[in-house]
Every structure is written in C-alpha cells, then in structure tokens.
C-alpha cells in the first residue's frame, strides 16, 4: 500500500516535535536536578593512608532517569603535578529518587613523604579538583566542576639542628649534644630513627648518633642527639648530614651546615 506524501510529512512533522520537547523537556528536567556536597572529611587508614570521604546528595525530580552519574576527583600540588585521583559511578538514578553516598578516595602518604622534601619540611596545600558528568534521559551530556584546596601540614616543620656543644670525657674525646627541634604541623603522630653524623671542615666524619622521636600531631619537639668524638678532630665549621628512619620508609641525607 502507497502512503500519500502528505502523510509522509506530517509523520515528519510530529517526529521532530516529539525530538524538541523530548530535549527541552530533558533538559527542563536538569533544573531539578538537586545535588550538593557535604563536608570534605579526613582520616589515616591503618596502612598510615590519607582517606578522603566527601558525601554526596542527589534529588531527582527531573521527569527522566540520570544516568552515568560520575564524579570525579583530582588532587595536585601547587605545581599541578597530579599526586592521585580515583572515580564513583552510579548507573542510574530514577526519577523521584534520593541518593546518598560517599565518594572516597585514597592518597598514599608514604609515597608523598619519600617522593617529596617539599611535604616533610613546608606546610602548603593540597588543590582538589571535582569533576561530575551525567546523562540526562541516556541522551543528553552534562558536565561541572569545582576546585577547592585542603591545607598540609609538614610532620617535620621547621627541621632544625643547633649548634654542637663539647664537654670533656678524657684528654683525646669530647661528648657532642647536638639540639634537635621542629613541628609536627601533620595530621598523623611522626615515630622516627634520627641518625646524625658529624662531618668537620675537612670534610671528615667526626662522630655519629642516633636517637629516638616520637611526636603527637600538632606537637613541638626539642631534643638532643649526643656521641663521642676525638678532641683533635674539632673545627668551628662543617656540616651534620641527617637521616630519617621510619617503618615505611627513609629519608636522607638533610645536609645542614654548623659554625
């Protein structure tokens, strides 16, 4: 049977309005579309792991389902070096429907603080960039984003050594005490092995010590490393070099020069 040409452009008439109130209405439906951010929390895994868990809530009142809710997080340095970033996805979210869930994601501490003196010693921040993309009706693509920045504190603020001080154990050996001070500015306790070795001005080893640290979050530290050295090996100038011995990993050598 021949359909008339007049029957032919009506039923292409009637699709392509059918085609603009479906997107208008779709994207009509995006103003009821309600989805916000809780607070950014923050907590230490027992793999000494930095865990972000940022709530999420999503009101659908839209006239289609969502869908391919996908929200994603990039945290950088001042720089812009990427240090980690991870992904959530719901499949769908219904019309009418209210959703809750928490986005988390995990950033390696260990690595930052062996990778970077810059996270050790200097407090600065942390830059979290969030990016949310979806489907309107399977059809229509949406994306925002938004940036904000968390502040890091250094577990060794402030690292520093003092000058040596000498005192007589015979007539060839002095005992050396060496000041030890900083800030723990972290959001985790900081348990170290602090190994000191003592160069002087002729660039020999003169001695080495070691002590124990074991500094609460957002405590000061003020101690000593002490050892032995020969009374003819002093000059009022050389250098310390420290090394940083914790059960994840190590640090050094932090040359730091004295006199």
Same mark, same amino acid.
């Given at each position: /049977?021949?359909?008339?040409?007049? /029957? ?28 916000g951010f809780g607070d950014l929390r923050t907590e230490v895994t027992s793999n000494n792991d930095l865990l972000f868990s940022l ?35 719901? =499949? ?62 250094? =577990? ?41 070795? /003592? ?29 032995? /050295? ?17 059960? =994840? ?7 730091? =020069?004295?006199?």
């Amino acid at each position: /049977m021949n359909v008339p040409i007049r /029957m032919i452009g009506l039923a292409t008439t009637f699709f392509w309005i059918f085609l603009i109130a479906f997107f208008g209405s779709a994207a009509y439906s995006a103003k009821d579309l309600q989805f916000g951010f809780g607070d950014l929390r923050t907590e230490v895994t027992s793999n000494n792991d930095l865990l972000f868990s940022l709530p999420i809530n999503i009101i659908n009142r839209g006239y289609y389902n969502i869908g391919l809710f996908n929200v994603t997080t990039e945290v950088s340095d001042a720089d812009g070096f990427v240090i980690t970033q991870g992904s959530t996805l719901l =499949p769908v979210i219904r019309k009418g429907e209210s959703v809750t869930f928490l986005h988390n994601m995990t950033l390696n501490v260990v690595n930052m603080l062996s990778d970077g003196r810059n996270y050790l010693f200097d407090d600065t921040e942390l830059n979290i960039t969030e990016i949310v993309s979806l489907r309107i009706a399977d059809f229509i693509p949406v994306q925002a984003s938004t940036n904000f920045s968390i502040p890091w504190g250094a =577990p060794l603020y402030n690292f520093a050594l003092g000058g040596p001080t000498y005192s007589a154990v015979n007539i060839t050996h002095f005992r050396v005490s060496v000041p030890i001070s900083f800030e723990n500015h972290a959001f985790f306790d900081v348990a170290a092995n602090v190994q000191t070795r /003592m160069y002087n001005s002729a660039k020999v080893q003169v001695g080495e010590g070691q002590t124990i640290i074991n500094v609460a979050q957002h405590s000061p530290f003020n101690g000593s490393v002490e050892f032995y /050295m020969r009374i003819a090996d002093v000059t009022t100038s050389g250098r310390f070099e420290v090394y940083l011995q914790t059960p =994840p990993f190590d640090y050094g050598p932090v040359v730091i =020069p004295y006199g």
